[in-house]
């Protein structure tokens, strides 16, 4: 009895072990242990607030759905869990410019953005849209939020996730160019694979844009910043402790990401 005291006493001061696939990040926030994800998590974040918006009812919009690599390879359950939304509503469509986005799983139907920028899709016909880490590639604004506003019904929301322009995360991008982006990225995000990247503006990432291009008296913009896990520090802990104290410092206007939630009136 005594000997098997000892054991448990033992293993109860062992550091817990990491699971298989959870994330470098997760060394640096303890409570990742627990659910997979920690406390500055924005894509938890992100989507639990796309979550309170739908109902089985709804037809949504991936817009820039992509091939869904990065959710389907999600090491947390609970963050799939929460972005997958085929079965939960009444349907899914994926739009995107690439014919990539086909071989999305959560979709149930995938159309290409036409060469003119329009979508295959009639008036009025989406009650929400979502649109994760695509506004900082649009070239036309006005033109992208035309069609937005012509396919979402009115009440429906824009829900959308990018680089504020003048955070850590935008002025890197734009201070290195397009070119070097795929070598820059292979170190300071290991994690990030090279045909995930693609040629940033940055012409929609600042409030007076999104005032712009969603001017009040047709949308109700409750846009605000979001500083999540610190993302670009090449898994070294002192660097990734520099961008959270970065962020921590910087007022909200100027943190790493917007998460925008903006409803058509």
């Known amino acids: 009895m005594t000997a098997n005291r000892g054991t448990m006493a033992e293993e109860r001061r062992m550091p817990p072990q990491e699971p298989a696939g959870m994330p470098w990040e997760a060394r640096m926030y ?3 242990f627990a659910g997979a994800f920690c406390h500055r998590d924005c894509t938890v974040a992100f ?18 759905a992509g091939r869904g690599h990065a959710f389907m390879t999600d090491p947390s359950p609970y963050r799939r869990k929460i972005q997958a939304l085929k079965g939960r509503v009444k349907r899914v469509i994926g739009l995107d410019l690439d014919p990539v986005v086909r071989e ?18 009639d008036d009025q016909s989406v ?4 649109c994760d880490h695509v506004l900082e590639h649009i070239e036309a604004p006005l033109r992208f939020v035309a069609e937005v506003e012509r396919v979402l019904k009115p009440g429906g929301w824009f829900c959308g996730r990018t680089p504020v322009k003048w955070g850590y995360i935008g002025l890197g991008a734009r201070l290195v160019p397009n070119s070097l982006h795929v070598g820059f990225l292979k170190y300071l995000s290991p994690q990030r694979e090279a045909e995930d990247v693609f040629p940033t503006l940055y012409r929609m990432n600042t409030m007076s844009a999104l005032r712009k291009a969603f001017p009040p008296g047709r949308w109700l913009n409750c846009t605000y910043g979001y500083n999540g896990i610190p993302a670009y520090h090449a898994n070294i802990p002192l660097l990734f402790r520099v961008v959270e104290a970065w962020c921590w410092l910087m007022p909200r206007s ?3 990401k917007y998460h925008v939630f903006i409803q058509k009136l």
Do not use: K, Q
């Not at 989507?47 to 709804?58: E, F, K, N, V």
């Not at 999305?104 to 899709?121: M, R, T």
């Open 127 to 130: 009650d929400l849209i979502i």
């Open 254 to 256: 100027l943190s790493a």
């Open 30 to 32: 303890p409570e990742t």
């Open 47 to 64: 989507y639990t607030r796309i979550d309170a918006l739908i109902d089985p009812s709804m037809t949504i919009l991936n817009l820039g």
């Open 104 to 121: 999305n799983p959560d979709l149930d139907e995938a159309h290409l953005i036409e060469v003119d920028g329009s979508y295959p899709l």
